[in-house]
């Protein structure tokens, strides 16, 4: 089977695209940097050459496929608007033909906060502008008769290096742990390996049209994350709480969600699938010392 992947040299992407090559798959991988195509060839990816933003100039070259992933994402405020030009051209390539299996990526900061409810497929996304332009490619490829969409909905994902999002850079940096607005927020979290079987699971056997939420710990609070890292790394525990507003100035709109606190089931997918994370919590992520 050819599995045309998006991103697949992103923190999401490249474990998909390993995960894929390693049971079978035939990969090809779009890449827009002489970095992305080395990491991709080394990978033993199929490299196609290209950008988001000009999809019209290689989507010829993929040919034949069987599914396309998408991951590719530049987090910048123009991500609506590649977003949408690259589903378009790709639903016009499309036209006559069977429809395709396309696989897209949401996550969880599309539900808000939600407190102490498990946030669970199908049941409606927040209404923050941060991600009205991700509710409006889902329609989109919803409502092509080109593609059988299936979403995935990935929690927060822990790198392979033990990082979780700068906190052991702060540790190494020896200076205090940053959390985010609240350090009694919750986060969702997903290992990256894990991940990248649950991509491949729906790649398999998921059905268009369907969503599956990906979270191995479906909510942990800050401080307690940022202490047992700080524990794992002999580090003393010393906290600083950043006020969300101010990541947001810096990093930019996306970065609302490291404000949110939340919570996501993603039994679902372990029901129906047969999804079975290995890090299902922070201990059983620590025990096994990715570094
Ligand atoms: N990481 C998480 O915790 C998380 C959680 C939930 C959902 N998600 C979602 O998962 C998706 C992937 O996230 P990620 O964390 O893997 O992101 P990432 O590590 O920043 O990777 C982004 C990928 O997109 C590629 N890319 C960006 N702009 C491109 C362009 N104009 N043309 C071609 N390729 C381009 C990058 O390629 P280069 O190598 O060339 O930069 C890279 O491969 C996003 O939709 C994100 O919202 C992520």
């Known amino acids: 089977m050819k599995v045309f992947v998006t991103g697949g040299t992103g923190s999401i992407g490249l474990p998909v695209v390993q ?16 970095r992305s195509v080395r990491l991709l060839k080394k990978a033993g990816a199929v490299v196609i050459d290209g950008d988001l933003r000009r999809p ?8 034949e496929i069987d599914v396309i992933v998408h991951l590719g994402l530049e987090f910048s405020p123009e991500d609506g608007e590649i977003d949408k030009g690259f589903l378009s051209a790709l639903i016009e390539s499309r036209s006559g033909q069977k429809p395709l ?21 199908g049941e409606g996304f927040d209404e923050s502008e941060a991600w009205d332009w991700w509710a ?18 990935p929690a927060m994902v822990w790198s392979k290096d033990g990082n979780c999002f700068g906190m052991l850079d702060d540790i190494r940096s020896g200076g205090p742990v940053r959390v985010h607005e609240n350090a009694d927020h919750r ?23 369907e969503e599956y939420n990906a979270a191995g710990e479906e909510g942990v609070c800050l401080g307690d994350l940022a202490r047992e890292l700080c524990k794992n790394h002999n580090h003393h525990s010393w906290l600083d709480v950043v006020a969300i507003a101010d990541t947001v100035r810096e990093q930019g709109e996306w970065a609302e969600g490291f404000g949110l606190d939340q919570q996501m089931s993603s039994e679902k997918a372990r029901r129906e699938l047969g999804w079975k994370p290995k890090y299902c919590d922070i201990s059983s992520f620590f025990s096994s010392r990715h570094e």
């Open 187 to 209: 986060w969702t979290l997903v290992n990256d390996e894990d991940l990248s079987d649950l991509y491949r699971l729906v790649l398999e056997q998921g059905q268009p049209g």
């Open 136 to 153: 409006q490619s889902l329609e989109l490829a919803n409502s092509a008769l080109e593609l059988e969409t299936i979403v995935i909905h």
């Open 19 to 34: 995960n894929l090559l390693s049971h079978g798959y035939e990969v090809l991988a779009l890449a827009r940097s002489e």
């Open 56 to 63: 019209k100039d290689w989507l010829a070259q993929i040919g």
């Open 101 to 121: 299996r396309f696989i897209m990526t949401g996550g969880c900061w599309i539900y808000g906060n939600t407190g102490d409810h498990k946030a669970q497929e």
